[in-house]
Structure formats: structure tokens, C-alpha cells
């Protein structure tokens, strides 16, 4: 008898999975079938036709309107004749896909609103004339913004939705950063505005937030997506805290029944949380290799995602995997970070460029959970990312990336890694060797440098230092890391010395000086300048 | 009373560890005195200069001559004066370093032969008009191949000298794809031939070897590196099979006595047996930071190098980590590779090149112990090296290479990325539903087509086929993938199939068709055309 396979939904890794298993069991048959109860999932249809003609049925008329796991049946109905019949199987697969969250105020239910829910709504997006204002919160909203710097056209405003912190891909420094490099690239953030309402007469041309309304020529929503998956407790199934549908590593949800794709519930390695699904498409191919091992009776085992992406915004990407410090805390680490600023490759390379990476660890158990970075080189930036991200399964110490030996020549990297030196960083914070404040926190202090409390101190060579020292003779401070040791008098020592230089590195070495002279109460700004001019911060 | 330092040899990691622990310790006191046995350890003198005057005394007439570990002392000569004395010390550290192997023929200490031993030599090469003569094997070949490939001035003409198999970078498939390319740049390269002298009046400038004389305009010393380690019986240490101290992994070598650098022994975690020395230029920083520990008596465990390496030679970039095939064979392993051709990035972007990987693993534990790589994104082909590098430490399987995530958008990374594609193909082999052959095992069949055992089975479209098909009608074939399950009769029964696509991945495809089919004698060429091609094999 032929293995009858039912799949609710066509997300992409259920059709690959079908596909795959008939090419060893030609006789299998394969329907699939749209829920009558959320035609959002409609949305994956464009998936479809690469399938059609390679034996898996669509039977277009009908939707699914209930399941009965104990006869094995889908009841399904005419969409046309209301008439209503039963389908037996003997495998059921939901691949009902995720969607963005629908944006709850007046007429977001206007035709002419785009979706950005992954990489392929991203490819597929274009910038119009006049003003785009994209609506969301994490990658989905990166993704849509990169897309519309790629196309150069018209203007952008946004409108940051607020997201749980678990969820961001960015800690608060490097939001800082990219924040501040969109602004430089004309987009306008409309940062803590309330969206009110969208309207329009016939398609969504207006956008109103609690302070302003905004001409639109394209609205677009990216908001953080929720999973399709409005039949599931019919089903009997147990979904997560996010209301995705529970698996096991065979990507099985009860007996007979799996699931894979946006409505399928990814355990994080790093986090006992469930991850945001944009971030796991690239997980698609290998969801749907161990679903086809499933189909066919054996066990290729799923290893949950650890979300690493990388985004071209323009001429910087931003890239990670992992957690962030915020989204760490909510996993309920006690998280620190590194950030470093350090060349991509050798400094005597001509195509050198900067890249900062912030590497989040847990003070309890000096466990890496995450790691995020900028750079001008994205293939450069991507290849740190995927190290980590390699690692990050398996638990990885500071140590081990202290320790990790990137493909090294001068033109690729440099003999002290940007890697390695943020292990480093990260051995010397939770030694206390390093006591390190972010640029956030740096501008927290220099706002309040009336207060006479603090010692600013550059430690980069006097030319470096003298533009500052001129326009802040009060407060501004130099004595060249070299010279730190038998200048160490200069230092007070009844302020909190904060201690600058380019990329952090020096003044490490000065911090180190000056806590063997018994100066304790000295902070380093981890990233020096560059973190700080990346950040927006002014001085 | 202070800490009294002595190192023998001026190499690189030492310095920076004597220099780092001076900064929590200023009262140590450090001497650098070079060997008298061995004049080639003055050849690390060039990076003394730059710790000159940072407390490192460096008496230049000093020499040293014997060591006598149970006083703790050095025995030194003064070259000038002849006058011998003893100098104590609480730590000796032994950094004489390692030079490439002097050539073992008349004439090869004749003055004006450059050595390559390293990045750094490399970096100081410079062509010359005329014949540039390179002598040499292993990555010091590669990058003194490269650097003179980047000057663009004169020719290059290549005499490889023959290293033990463990020692080789790549496996001989991609040798061979290495030296196709090499070729089309312009470079003349001598295989199979013996060097058997040096000539020349005043400098070197002829290279005679048994087939051929060549008048040289430059001639280089690449050969493998040999360590410099003339004193260390005198001092009691073990030495391992290929001459280096053996350490354990804070580098110590015996009581009071540390090793590092190219004079030590690092034990690859991927091969019980040492490694080569030019690889480990990038743990360089990395052992320096074990020695600092252990000089303040505390501890940071070096990580055993992986050797990962990225060298662009031209357009093209040669990359890898851990062990080829033939390394792996004689450590011990059963290898089998998994030889891979894909895109670097979605397919779809502009800016996507072919990449080929091979990934190394053994055949009984599943074990992933080495990966090579060319490609023409030199970041992007790094960063998958880095990633299977970052694992290499942790004994990865074949699987958790299927399932590595690499920092995913498509500019960057296919959704399917190449080396989870090569971590399939490698689970696809171990579990015989893959046979492949290599581009040169795909040779040696070709060549012997007319004896009709083959049937040469191209899968592409018919548009791809074509061209060999009129060139080679009697044994050239064709029937596209996607119509192979309808059109098995046409393949014949008694002939081992040879399957071709463009990169390896229909072919596999189709090979999984025909054994379905029961055609049980199938095999499929890995890397499809484009391997071929890239090998220099003609058809």
C-alpha cells in the first residue's frame, strides 16, 4: 500500500521533504491543502508551482476544516460546492508557514501594504518614489531596510515597532551603531512614536503615529513574525510560549503528525526560548532533510538554530548569531559583552577596513551565547560570524575563541584575529583585568563632565589627542599609553579615570598600568573613538 | 629579587610574552642571546629591533654555548673577545625559531638564494625581471608562488621538491586543479625533476637540475621548515620525529624551561603527529599569551594549532584547515573526501563565484579531520575554512557540518550553503547512496573509453550536452536528470555508468534514480564539469 502523506500549508522545507522522499518511494502520494481558517497562509502559494507536475497533488477547490488524528483523516471542503468529504493519511505535515504580525490599528487591513516576513519578501520588495515607511522590529525590519537602500530610490522613514527584548538581534550599543549609520544614509527613525492608524481611500497612503502623519507612497509592514497555525489545537498538538508548534529533533509533533518551517517550534542552543523564525530560513534545507529521513522511517536528527544572519545595509552589513546581552539576560544568563574594534585583515593591507564585534558570555560560567558585528567587508564580517556561530551548539568558552584559528594569511585576517581579541577581551573582563563601559556609557559620563568627578584620559599619541584638548581643555586629558608608566602622578586618584583610545587596545594597556600603580577605579572604553564616532556619540 | 629571564633566540611569541608579563612585573629582567651552533637563528634578529629599549637586554657579542639545567645557567662566549662566563637564570625559554631546509646540493650556500619561511618572508619577496626560480614545496611553495605572482614582473618557473604526505596542504585532486591554474597564470612548473645544483661566480644565478639548466634572475628557497633546535640536547629535552621541542600545553618544556615558536612541537588535535611550522604564524599571539601565564605562574592552556591557511595566488584563493587526503593517510585514518562546486553566495547575486571544496573525514568514526578550498571570493572561501576550522579542535562528524549555519542573507551565504552541502554529500558517500570519483579518477577512466566497460552519462540539458556529444559521439551520452526515471532503458546494464553534470549535484541525483532502478554499477563525477575543467583534464 502507498504512504498517503497530508500537508496542511506548502512552506518550503514540507515541499523539499515530499519531493525528496518520492524520488526513493515513487509509489508515496502527497496532497496539500490550504487551512479554511487562515487564509494568510495563502501567502506560501507562489512556493507551490516549481512542485506541481512532480507528483504531489493540489487539489485547489478544497480547504482543510478539521482533523481527526484518531481515524487519521483531514475533513476537507468544496471552496466552491460547500461540499464536504474526508482524506485519509498516513502522514500529516503542518507547513503552514509564519506571517508578520498583522499591524493592529485602523485600516492596516488596506490593500497596498507590503510584507517583509523573510529573505525572499525582501527580494521581492522595491523601493517607489517619494516616501517608503516601513513598520517593524528586528530582522524582518532590517531586511526590509536593506532592501530599500539597495534600490536608492525616494526617501525612508521608519517606524520601530517595539519587539521582546529576547528577540532583538542587537544589543542596545550596536543598535546605537546602526541607528546612527542609517541616519547617515538619510533614513529617518521615528524612535519611540506610537503607529495610530493607516489610511487611505482605495489602497494605504497614510501613516499616522502619535506625533506626526507621513505621506506614503509604499507601507511596509516588518514586523516580527507569527506562526500560521490555526488548526493545530484541533489536532491536539502542544505549541510553545510563542504559539509555534512543539517538535522533537525528528521534527515530529505527535504520532503520524510533524511539523517544519515557520510554524515550527526551533529550541534555540542557546536560549530555552523559542528563536524568531526570519532568521531560520536557512535552516529550510536541513528541516527538510531530516523530514524526508522521517517520511522514509530513519533519523537524520534536527540541530536547533542558533539564527545566524548577515545584511548588507548599504555599505555596512550587521550580522550575528546567538543572543544579544539583552535577550540574553531574558534567557536568564548573567551576560557580559566584549565589543572590539580591530582591522578585518593585516592594517598594512590596502583593503583593510574596521569591523566591531561584541561577544556576549555568561559571568557565571564564562559560556559564549552570542555574537554581533558591523564591518565595510561583509564576506569578511560573515566569516567571523560563521565561526562562532559554528562553535555555538556545542557551548563554546571565551576561551574557545581566544583560542579559535580563523583561515589565516595577511590579506584575510590578522595574526591576532579580531576573534581572538575579543576572547581575549572577554578572558580580561571576567579576570577584572578589564574594566570596560560601552559608548552609551561613555556619553553618560562625558554629558556629566561638569561634575568634575571624572579623569578623561587619551591615551592615543598627542597629534590624535590635540583636536579634543583644544575644544575641551577642561576636561580632556593626554598622556600616551608608552608614556603611562612613570607619568602615572599625573593621574588623580580620587576620580574615576576613564580611559580612551582608538580601538580600546591601548588604553587596555593603560588600564593594566595603572591598576599595578594602585589606581583602581579606572574604566575603559571598549571599542575606543571608533565605537564612539560609530555610535553618534559627539564630544 | 627579580625574575631573571633568558631566552635563546629572538623569535617572535616569546618576545611578546617576556614584554606582557614586564608590564605586571616590571622587575624582571630579560636576555636574548642566540645560539652560537647555529648562525640561522640570527635570522629572527630583524624583529628584535622594535622590543629594543621595552627592558629586553640583547648583548649582541654574547653567544650562547652550553646549558647546564641543574645550575640553571648559560654558558655564554663573547664573539669578539673569546672570553667565557655564566649567566643564571629562573626561566630559559628556548625560541631559536625554524628555517626553511637549507638545499642539499652544491652551491646552495652560495649568497643571493631568498628563503621563504613564513608569511613575513613572503611579505618581503619581491620578483625580479627575468627567470624567478622558486625551489620548494608545502605552503611555503604557495606563498612564495604567491607573492610573485602579485608583482607581475618576470616569469616563474617552479622546481617542487618532494615532503612527506602528511605535510602536503591540499589532497592531489586539488594539487592538480592548484597547478592547472598556476599554469594558465604563466607559471612553468618543473614536476618530476631533481635539483642538483647551484651555480654562480659571485651570487647564485643558474639552477641546473637532471633535465634542464635555468639562467635565474632570482632564485628562492621555499622548502618545508626545519626547527633550529642545536642546544636543546645539551639542555636534556625531548625532541619529536621532525626535530621540534616537545612541549606540554603551557609550553614547558622541562623544569624551569619553556619552548615556542618555530623551534617548538605542536601536536595537531587532528593527527597525532606534529605539524608544519609556516602554518602556525596566526598562534603566534596565542602561545605568547600561554607563556606570559606560565612566566606569572599562573596558566592559559595553548590550543594545539589546526593550521588553518588562506593564500590568494592570483584571481584565485587557496584555502585549509586540518588534513588533506593523503595527510589523513598516513596518520592513521581510513579518509574519504566529499569533493563539492557551488556558488558562494545565492545564485541569484551578481556578485556569486564558484567555490570547490573537499572535505576530508574518516570513513569508520565519521570523523571531519580536514577541509581545502579554492575559490575566487577570497573572504568568502576564508570564512568557510574558518568555521569548519573553529570545529576541528572538537572532533566534528560529518553531520554537524550538514547542519553548520553560516551567517545567512543571500548576498552572502545560499540558503543550502556549500558546506552544508559538502557535510550531505560526505553523509551521502559514507552511506553508499553516493559513489563518487574525483576529476582525475574521471581521467583515467576517459582515457581508457574505447574500451567500451564505460557508458559516459551526461545529466545536464541537452544545450550543455551538446558540444561533447558531436565531439565524442561513440562515447559521449545524454539524458537530462529530470527525465532519467523515464528513460532508465536506455541505460545499459553491463557497463559501469560514469554519471556528469555541472557540479556534481544532478549526477548524484541521478545516481540515486538508476540504483532505484536496480543499476547498481554507477558512479558520479564529484565537482561535475567544472572540477573537471578546473583540473586542466580534457575531454
Same mark, same amino acid.
Given at each position: 500500500?502507498?504512504?498517503?502523506?497530508?500537508?496542511?500549508?506548502?512552506?518550503?522545507?514540507?515541499?523539499?521533504?515530499?519531493?525528496?522522499?518520492?524520488?526513493?518511494?515513487?509509489?508515496?502520494?502527497?496532497?496539500?491543502?490550504?487551512?479554511?481558517?487562515?487564509?494568510?497562509?495563502?501567502?506560501?502559494?507562489? +512556493?507551490?508551482?516549481?512542485?506541481?507536475?512532480?507528483?504531489?497533488?493540489?487539489?485547489?477547490?478544497?480547504?482543510?476544516?478539521?482533523?481527526?488524528?484518531?481515524?487519521?483523516?483531514?475533513?476537507?471542503?468544496?471552496?466552491?460546492? &460547500?461540499?464536504?468529504?474526508?482524506?485519509?493519511?498516513?502522514?500529516?505535515?503542518?507547513?503552514?508557514?509564519?506571517?508578520?504580525?498583522?499591524?493592529?490599528?485602523?485600516?492596516?487591513?488596506?490593500?497596498?501594504?507590503?510584507?517583509?516576513?523573510?529573505?525572499?519578501?525582501?527580494?521581492?520588495?522595491?523601493?517607489?518614489? &517619494?516616501?517608503?515607511?516601513?513598520?517593524?522590529?528586528?530582522?524582518?525590519?532590517?531586511?526590509?531596510?536593506?532592501?530599500?537602500?539597495?534600490?536608492?530610490?525616494?526617501?525612508?522613514?521608519?517606524?520601530?515597532?517595539?519587539?521582546?527584548?529576547?528577540?532583538?538581534?542587537?544589543?542596545?550599543?550596536?543598535?546605537?551603531?546602526?541607528?546612527?549609520?542609517?541616519?547617515?544614509?538619510?533614513?529617518?527613525?521615528?524612535?519611540?512614536?506610537?503607529?495610530?492608524?493607516?489610511?487611505?481611500?482605495?489602497? $494605504?497612503?497614510?501613516?499616522?503615529?502619535?506625533?506626526?502623519?507621513?505621506?506614503? /507612497?509604499?507601507?511596509?509592514?516588518? +514586523?516580527?513574525?507569527?506562526?500560521?497555525?490555526?488548526?493545530?489545537?484541533?489536532?491536539?498538538?502542544?505549541?510553545? %510560549? %510563542?504559539?509555534?508548534?512543539?517538535?522533537?529533533?525528528?521534527?515530529?509533533?505527535?504520532?503520524?503528525?510533524?511539523?517544519? &518551517?515557520?510554524?515550527?517550534?526551533?529550541?534555540?542552543?542557546?536560549?530555552?526560548?523559542?528563536?524568531?523564525?526570519?532568521?531560520?530560513?536557512?535552516?529550510?534545507?536541513?528541516?527538510?532533510?531530516?523530514?524526508?529521513?522521517?517520511?522514509?522511517?530513519?533519523?537524520?536528527?534536527?540541530?536547533?538554530?542558533?539564527?545566524?544572519?548577515?545584511?548588507?545595509? &548599504?555599505?555596512?552589513?550587521?550580522?550575528?548569531?546567538?543572543?544579544?546581552?539583552?535577550?540574553?539576560?531574558?534567557?536568564?544568563?548573567?551576560?557580559?559583552?566584549?565589543?572590539?574594534?580591530?582591522?578585518?585583515?593585516?592594517?598594512?593591507?590596502?583593503? $583593510?577596513?574596521?569591523?566591531?564585534?561584541?561577544?556576549?558570555?555568561?559571568?557565571?560560567?564564562?559560556?559564549?551565547?552570542?555574537?554581533?558585528?558591523?564591518?565595510?567587508?561583509?564576506?569578511?564580517?560573515?566569516?567571523?560570524?560563521? /565561526?562562532?556561530?559554528?562553535?555555538?551548539?556545542?557551548?563554546?568558552?571565551?576561551?574557545?575563541?581566544?583560542?579559535?584559528?580563523?583561515?589565516?594569511?595577511?590579506?584575510?585576517?590578522?595574526?591576532?584575529?579580531?576573534?581572538?581579541?575579543?576572547?581575549?577581551?572577554?578572558?580580561?573582563?571576567?579576570?577584572?583585568?578589564?574594566?570596560?563601559?560601552?559608548?552609551?556609557?561613555?556619553?553618560?559620563?562625558?554629558?556629566?563632565?561638569?561634575?568634575?568627578?571624572?579623569?578623561?584620559?587619551?591615551?592615543?599619541?598627542?597629534?590624535?589627542?590635540?583636536?579634543?584638548?583644544?575644544?575641551?581643555?577642561?576636561?580632556?586629558?593626554?598622556?600616551?599609553?608608552?608614556?603611562?608608566?612613570?607619568?602615572?602622578?599625573?593621574?588623580?586618584?580620587?576620580?574615576?579615570?576613564?580611559?580612551?583610545?582608538?580601538?580600546?587596545?591601548?588604553?587596555?594597556?593603560?588600564?593594566?598600568?595603572?591598576?599595578?600603580?594602585?589606581?583602581?577605579?579606572?574604566?575603559?572604553?571598549?571599542?575606543?573613538?571608533?565605537?564612539?564616532?560609530?555610535?553618534?556619540?559627539?564630544?
Amino acid at each position: 500500500m502507498s504512504h498517503k502523506i497530508i500537508l496542511i500549508g506548502a512552506d518550503q522545507p514540507a515541499l523539499d521533504a515530499v519531493l525528496s522522499y518520492k524520488r526513493t518511494t515513487p509509489d508515496a502520494t502527497a496532497t496539500v491543502l490550504y487551512p479554511e481558517c487562515n487564509p494568510l497562509a495563502e501567502f506560501s502559494c507562489v +512556493t507551490l508551482d516549481s512542485f506541481m507536475g512532480n507528483g504531489i497533488d493540489f487539489p485547489e477547490n478544497l480547504r482543510a476544516c478539521a482533523i481527526a488524528p484518531e481515524d487519521k483523516t483531514v475533513m476537507v471542503r468544496d471552496n466552491f460546492t &460547500g461540499e464536504e468529504s474526508h482524506l485519509e493519511y498516513d502522514t500529516l505535515i503542518f507547513a503552514t508557514g509564519s506571517a508578520p504580525a498583522p499591524l493592529d490599528v485602523p485600516g492596516s487591513f488596506l490593500s497596498g501594504i507590503r510584507r517583509v516576513g523573510d529573505y525572499n519578501d525582501a527580494t521581492r520588495l522595491t523601493a517607489a518614489e &517619494g516616501t517608503n515607511v516601513v513598520i517593524g522590529d528586528g530582522l524582518n525590519l532590517l531586511l526590509a531596510i536593506a532592501r530599500l537602500l539597495d534600490d536608492a530610490v525616494g526617501t525612508i522613514e521608519v517606524i520601530p515597532s517595539s519587539i521582546p527584548q529576547a528577540c532583538k538581534p542587537l544589543g542596545d550599543a550596536m543598535t546605537a551603531m546602526v541607528l546612527h549609520h542609517l541616519t547617515q544614509k538619510g533614513v529617518i527613525i521615528h524612535t519611540g512614536e506610537t503607529l495610530k492608524a493607516i489610511e487611505g481611500t482605495n489602497r $494605504a497612503n497614510r501613516v499616522l503615529t502619535d506625533k506626526r502623519t507621513i505621506e506614503a /507612497a509604499r507601507i511596509i509592514n516588518a +514586523t516580527s513574525n507569527i506562526p500560521v497555525t490555526c488548526m493545530v489545537k484541533d489536532a491536539g498538538l502542544d505549541l510553545d %510560549t %510563542t504559539g509555534h508548534i512543539l517538535v522533537d529533533d525528528n521534527l515530529k509533533a505527535a504520532d503520524s503528525i510533524y511539523a517544519c &518551517g515557520g510554524c515550527a517550534s526551533f529550541i534555540s542552543p542557546a536560549c530555552a526560548k523559542p528563536i524568531p523564525g526570519a532568521s531560520v530560513k536557512s535552516t529550510e534545507p536541513r528541516q527538510s532533510r531530516t523530514l524526508a529521513a522521517s517520511l522514509a522511517g530513519t533519523s537524520q536528527p534536527f540541530h536547533a538554530p542558533v539564527c545566524a544572519y548577515s545584511i548588507p545595509m &548599504g555599505d555596512m552589513t550587521v550580522a550575528g548569531a546567538g543572543l544579544s546581552m539583552e535577550g540574553a539576560k531574558e534567557c536568564g544568563f548573567t551576560p557580559m559583552s566584549a565589543m572590539v574594534v580591530q582591522f578585518d585583515r593585516a592594517h598594512f593591507m590596502p583593503e $583593510a577596513s574596521l569591523m566591531t564585534l561584541e561577544l556576549v558570555f555568561d559571568a557565571q560560567t564564562r559560556r559564549v551565547v552570542g555574537i554581533q558585528g558591523l564591518g565595510q567587508s561583509g564576506d569578511a564580517l560573515a566569516g567571523r560570524i560563521s /565561526a562562532v556561530s559554528a562553535l555555538l551548539a556545542s557551548h563554546p568558552t571565551v576561551e574557545d575563541i581566544a583560542n579559535l584559528e580563523v583561515a589565516y594569511s595577511p590579506p584575510f585576517a590578522s595574526a591576532m584575529d579580531i576573534l581572538n581579541t575579543a576572547g581575549n577581551v572577554a578572558e580580561n573582563i571576567l579576570s577584572g583585568s578589564n574594566e570596560g563601559i560601552d559608548p552609551l556609557e561613555f556619553d553618560t559620563l562625558w554629558q556629566n563632565r561638569e561634575s568634575n568627578e571624572y579623569f578623561f584620559l587619551d591615551c592615543r599619541e598627542f597629534g590624535n589627542a590635540e583636536p579634543f584638548l583644544e575644544r575641551h581643555p577642561l576636561h580632556w586629558n593626554t598622556i600616551p599609553q608608552g608614556e603611562i608608566a612613570r607619568r602615572v602622578a599625573e593621574v588623580p586618584r580620587d576620580k574615576k579615570v576613564i580611559l580612551i583610545c582608538n580601538s580600546g587596545a591601548r588604553s587596555y594597556e593603560a588600564q593594566v598600568c595603572l591598576k599595578a600603580a594602585g589606581i583602581e577605579d579606572v574604566v575603559n572604553v571598549d571599542g575606543g573613538m571608533v565605537a564612539i564616532k560609530q555610535s553618534g556619540v559627539e564630544i
